[in-house]
Structure formats: structure tokens, C-alpha cells
């Protein structure tokens, strides 16, 4: 802990401070000096584009690779957490609070003013308005799809993986355990942390920028404000960022979450007011076209250089580069965030959501607004649009007019792109706290209005003297080494799931006795015999607690203590070595209820079953691995499974390879008595 002002804080001074000093020495650079710093940026952007582009293509592609094969592997159905772990909340919100963040202001920034821009370019077939139109759509689905969610999918699963799963901090450091063990600790992960806060810093204060000159150009052509001046954009910042500290300080479950909500439906209404209003008929056609031209020539487009083509290189140096560096360098932001709502999701789940999800949505969203603008600006505006494109504050604006009741749907725009700003904000607020403070549980409320605060006066700053796109750029470079330690982070998860895979389907020793005949008549009365809850909790309060007692006994007489815990609700009863480095070893059985099927209840040559609710006893363990139903088992045999499973837990604790499993406190038991 260190003080500041004589108030507590949960800074880490290793990463606070050459992270501030950075943040702040670069922000001075750009304000004092916006246009050298500019140009001294760009010439390293463009080094970087035009020789090194090629590490952007091949690093975005495997990620794509990397997550599907992920999907479809062994390795999907593996929990995010422990493995009796759930999702801490509902889909709809996960979803929309991922996609504020993801995207939020850059989609209605880029809304129209990408694929307008794509259809105004003279890169591909120029006189042709067909394929002019086709290809605006392809490349705006190619930069806002798959590609771009694979990049952020990427760091979420690994940071959620690590963290809940390994017990690990939610830090990027923790991505590389698997490679660098105990180092992560070390002055590598601090690098790696404050590179994160960093880059995160930069994504943000570049996108809420341009945030507010898209606010205050939408409010100034409802006429609410006369102008578009450096005077009503610092009101406007300064209002929304008093909102999203009030929001980050609300927490995930009541700001965040609400306002993503919120968004989402309001956007949905913005969309169906253009389909309604649009030619509707030329939109659900051009979608379904487009989807299809996207598909056909995913794998084209995903590895095309545009190196025979000498004169489309521009253009794909500042889009397709330029995305993919964009969507790298706020992968620390979003990863980290998306990580802290995912708990308890399978990777299958999480990747599928993550990859289809948000993609269809925006495909759906670019169709509708991109391709109305199209049709517009060649049937109806007459190239008006076209020539705006070097305006896209205003193109947005501008294309609603062409459809009825423009002034309500520039409201909702603004309000939307507000909320948008709010969100984007407020998660990135919570972001740079917990990277700076090592993923502190509990932080002191001062730390979020602080980083609040420097948004704000860092973002004004640029905006008035002009350095937004220095620090654009500078954003754009970082990304170039974060590329790197992405693939680093598929390494890692490679080795880590296979560990985790062999880990949890470790089976038992060939000398495992099974049941023997020698009951199979009380057996047999067993299971025939309704259970109810008493019997259950009579035969875990009877043979459960004798069978453990003596296990206790027989251990004490060898040396090693051994705990018998209990638990009320639901009836309990657990066995525990305790370990001082490596995990304790635990053994469980708790009355489980489960529902019966009516079909059972009916038939006549069955136990006799009124209920739908039966209960039986069920094994669980200190690793939470899926437990089973033991109740016919004697009180001997309760004895060899015990045997049984400390056998596995000797086996696997003995293999350097499961060391990132049985450190101690990795898998805390979440049912303990």
C-alpha cells in the first residue's frame, strides 16, 4: 500500500507509476506539440504498415483458426471457473454489456461513414456501381466481423481462463503463467501490466474524443447547439464523464449493465426504424447477398496482401492494417473487461457467443445503415452523401435526412452514441483500476473519479490543440508488439488446456475394487426403495460419518491429520487433508435432490413414487470435479472410493506438469462444510 494525499490506496506503485508517467509524458507531446509528434508517429505507422504488415495479417488469421478449433475441440466444454461454477449473468446482459464495450461509439461512428467510404473509393472498379457497392459491404463485414471479435475473444478467454480457472489475478501477466511459472511476478509482468495500462488509456481517450465531436455535431444540427466548439465540447465531457464515474462506482450490476441494456434496445428501435423507412426490400436482399459474398471469400479476403495489386496498397494499409492494429491495441480493454463478465461459460460457449453473436449484429447493423447511405447517395441524394465522406461526424446526420421524422432519429442517435460514451467510460474506468491495482478487490471510490478525471482533461486537451490523431497513432504502434504477446497467449493456452484436459480425465488405478455381490440382496432393496430426504441424510449422518471416522483413525495412526467437516444445508459431509503448499484434499458427500419424470411416477411395475422430487447422497471434490451417486454404497466401499481418489490425488500431485493445478488455494472447494 502507498499514500497518497495521506488517503489509502491499492495503486501498485510498480505499475502506476512509469504508467502515468508515460501516459501523461506522451499526452504533453501531443498537446504541446501536436503536429511534430504526428509526424514523427506516423513515419514509425508507416514503417510499420507497409513492412511489417504482414504480422498483423498472419496474427489476426490465427486467432480466427485458433478459436474455432477451440470450438469444435475436447478442450470446449471446459469451464471458465470451477467446474461446478455458473454464469454470473443472464445472457442478453453478457452480451450487451461485451458489445458496448467492444464496440459502442466506434459503430455509430463508422456506421455509414465506413461503407460510404468504400463505395467512394477509386481502389476497386470505380465506374462500376455493383460492384462498387459489394465490395463496401465485403470489406466493412471483413473489418467488423469475425476478425475483430477473434482479436478481443482472444485475451477475454485467456484472462478469464487464467483467472478463474488458475485462481490467477485478473492481469494479462497471468495469461503467460504456462510460459513464465512464478515470473509473472517478476519485472516481465509488471512491463506487460503497464504496457495494458497504457494501451488502454491511449484506445480510450481516442474514441471518446471522437465521441464527443460526433455529440456535439448531432446536437448541433438539431439546433440545441449553435456550434461545434471546444467550449460545448468540454460541458459535454464534462457531464457525461460526472455520469460514467457515477456508473463505475455504481458496480457491473447496476450501472454498466443497465445502461448496456438499455442501448441495445434502443439501438434495435434505431434499426427498425431504417428498415421500415429505408428500401426495405434492397436491404433483406443486399443483406442475404452480402453474407454470402462474405462467406465465399472469407479466406480471400483474410489473407490477401494486396501485393499484385500495387494500387489498392494504400487503401488496405489504412483500412484492413489499420483495423487490425485498432482492434489489437484495445484488446486490453475490452479482453480484460469481457474476462471479468464470463465467468462459469464453457470456452465453447464463450467463443461461439463472442465470434457469432456480436458479428451477426453487426453485419445486420453495417447492411441496414451502410447500404440505405448507398442507395440513398445513387438514387435519391446524387452523390451528396459521396462527398461526405471525408466528414463523418456529419455523414451520419446528413443520411437521416433523407428518411421521414429525421430530427427524432437524430435524437435517438445522440442518445444512443451518449449511452455508448458512458459505457465505453465507465467499463474502461473499472478497467485501468484493476490494472493498476493488480486486479484489487476492493478499491477506495477516489481511484475511479481520479482516471475519470484524467480521461476527461487528457481527452479536452487533445481535442484542443489537435492531438487526437498523434495519440490515434501511438495507439496503432502498440499495437505491434501486443500482436507478439497475443501469440504468446495462444501458447500458453495450448499447454495450459492440455494439462487441464489430462488433469480432470485422469482415471483411476487399475487395482480399483468395484462393487462386490456379496450385499447384492440389501442392494437390490436399495434400489427399489423410495428416497427421501431423512433417508439420505440418515445414511450420510450414519454410514458416511462411520466410514470417515475410521478413515480418520487409520489416518492418525499413520501420521497424517485429517478434518471431518459438516453442513446443514444442503446435509453434508466432508473429508480433508490439509496441505501446506499443494491443494488439500477433499472428499464430500451431500444430499442432492433431483426431479423424477412423470413417466416414472405412472408406471405401475416401479417404485412406488408420488413426488417429482427424489434426493440421493453425491460424492464431490476439493477440484470440483463432477461427483456421483453413492448411495448404495456400504460403508466399506465409501472407504475404497476415499482410498480410491487420494490414489488419483498422489498420482497427479507427483507430475511436474500439474503444478499449475495443485498450487495451493487453486481450486477452492465451493460447497465446504
Not at 442517435?413 to 476492493?442: E, P, Q, R, Y
Amino acid at each position: 500500500m502507498i499514500k497518497l494525499a495521506n488517503t489509502k490506496t491499492t495503486f501498485d506503485r510498480a505499475v502506476i507509476v512509469p504508467g502515468l508517467s508515460f501516459i501523461i509524458g506522451i499526452c504533453l507531446l501531443s498537446v504541446l506539440f501536436p503536429n511534430p509528434t504526428e509526424a514523427v508517429l506516423n513515419r514509425v505507422k508507416e514503417f510499420i504498415f507497409v513492412n511489417l504488415n504482414w504480422i498483423y495479417v498472419w496474427s489476426v488469421t490465427i486467432f480466427v483458426i485458433f478459436l474455432i478449433y477451440l470450438m469444435f475441440s475436447k478442450y470446449g466444454d471446459i469451464k471458465l471457473g470451477a467446474n461446478d461454477s455458473i454464469p454470473e449473468y443472464s445472457f442478453f446482459s453478457w452480451i450487451s454489456m461485451l458489445f458496448a464495450a467492444g464496440m459502442g461509439i466506434g459503430l455509430m461512428y463508422f456506421e455509414v461513414a465506413e461503407p460510404m467510404s468504400h463505395y467512394a473509393t477509386d481502389a476497386f472498379d470505380a465506374n462500376l456501381y455493383v460492384n462498387k457497392a459489394k465490395n463496401a459491404q465485403l470489406y466493412t463485414f471483413f473489418h467488423w466481423g469475425i476478425h475483430a471479435w477473434a482479436v478481443y475473444g482472444l485475451v477475454g478467454l485467456s484472462l478469464a481462463y487464467f483467472t478463474f480457472r488458475y485462481r490467477l489475478p485478473l492481469s494479462l501477466r497471468s495469461c503467460l503463467y504456462p510460459l513464465l511459472k512464478d515470473k509473472i511476478n517478476s519485472n516481465w509482468g509488471t512491463a506487460i501490466d503497464v504496457f495494458a495500462l497504457c494501451s488502454t488509456f491511449f484506445g480510450i481517450t481516442t474514441t471518446l474524443g471522437f465521441g464527443v465531436i460526433q455529440i456535439n455535431t448531432g446536437l448541433k444540427t438539431l439546433g440545441i447547439l449553435p456550434e461545434t466548439s471546444f467550449v460545448y465540447q468540454i460541458g459535454i465531457v464534462t457531464v457525461l464523464v460526472m455520469l460514467a464515474i457515477f456508473s463505475a462506482t455504481s458496480g457491473l450490476d447496476k450501472g454498466i449493465k443497465i445502461l448496456s441494456n438499455i442501448n441495445i434496445g434502443a439501438a434495435v428501435v434505431l434499426l427498425l426504424f431504417v428498415l421500415a423507412f429505408g428500401p426495405t426490400v434492397y436491404l433483406i436482399g443486399s443483406f442475404t447477398e452480402g453474407l454470402g459474398n462474405y462467406i465465399n471469400n472469407f479466406f480471400n479476403i483474410t489473407f490477401n496482401t494486396h501485393v499484385y495489386d500495387q494500387a489498392t496498397l494504400p487503401w488496405f494499409y489504412n483500412w484492413s492494417i489499420l483495423y487490425w492494429a485498432w482492434w489489437i491495441s484495445w484488446a486490453p480493454f475490452v479482453g480484460l473487461f469481457i474476462a471479468r463478465i464470463s465467468k462459469g461459460r464453457t470456452i465453447k460457449s464463450f467463443i461461439s457467443a463472442v465470434l457469432i453473436v456480436p458479428t451477426l449484429f453487426n453485419f445486420i447493423w453495417m447492411s441496414i445503415f451502410g447500404n440505405s447511405a448507398i442507395w440513398t447517395d445513387f438514387n435519391v441524394a446524387e452523390g451528396a452523401l459521396s462527398r461526405l465522406v471525408n466528414n463523418p461526424d456529419a455523414l451520419m446526420f446528413a443520411f437521416l435526412e433523407y428518411l421521414p421524422l429525421s430530427t427524432i432519429s437524430s435524437t435517438l442517435v445522440i442518445c444512443i452514441v451518449i449511452i455508448f460514451f458512458m459505457t465505453s467510460a465507465d467499463s474502461g474506468i473499472l478497467v485501468l483500476d484493476s490494472i493498476a491495482t493488480k486486479n484489487s478487490s476492493k478499491s477506495p471510490v477516489w481511484q475511479k473519479v481520479f482516471w475519470g478525471v484524467l480521461l476527461a482533461v487528457l481527452a479536452l486537451m487533445l481535442l484542443n490543440a489537435g492531438g487526437l490523431k498523434a495519440l490515434q497513432t501511438m495507439t496503432l504502434i502498440t499495437a505491434l508488439p501486443f500482436s507478439v504477446i497475443m501469440l504468446l497467449f495462444v501458447i500458453s493456452l495450448v499447454k495450459a488446456l492440455a494439462i487441464d484436459y489430462k488433469y480432470y480425465q485422469r482415471s483411476f488405478s487399475v487395482s480399483t475394487v468395484p462393487w462386490s455381490g456379496e450385499f447384492w440382496k440389501t442392494r437390490l432393496s436399495q434400489m427399489v426403495s423410495k428416497k427421501t430426504r431423512r433417508s439420505v441424510e440418515d445414511y450420510i449422518n450414519v454410514t458416511v460419518k462411520e466410514a470417515f471416522s475410521d478413515l480418520q483413525k487409520e489416518f492418525a495412526l499413520n501420521r497424517i491429520k485429517v478434518k471431518i467437516s459438516s453442513g446443514t444445508d444442503p446435509v453434508s459431509l466432508e473429508i480433508e487433508i490439509e496441505h501446506n503448499i499443494i491443494n488439500n484434499f477433499k472428499y464430500g458427500i451431500r444430499c442432492q435432490e433431483k426431479l423424477v419424470s412423470e413417466f416414472l411416477m405412472e408406471d405401475k411395475n416401479l417404485p412406488d413414487i408420488h413426488e417429482k422430487t427424489a434426493y440421493y447422497p453425491k460424492s464431490y471434490f476439493g477440484d470440483t470435479r463432477e461427483g456421483y451417486d453413492v448411495q448404495y454404497f456400504t460403508k466399506n466401499e465409501l472407504i475404497s472410493d476415499v482410498l480410491k481418489h487420494y490414489e488419483r490425488f498422489f498420482a497427479i500431485i507427483s507430475e511436474e506438469a500439474n503444478e499449475m493445478f495443485i498450487t495451493s488455494n487453486a481450486n477452492i472447494n465451493k460447497h465446504g462444510a
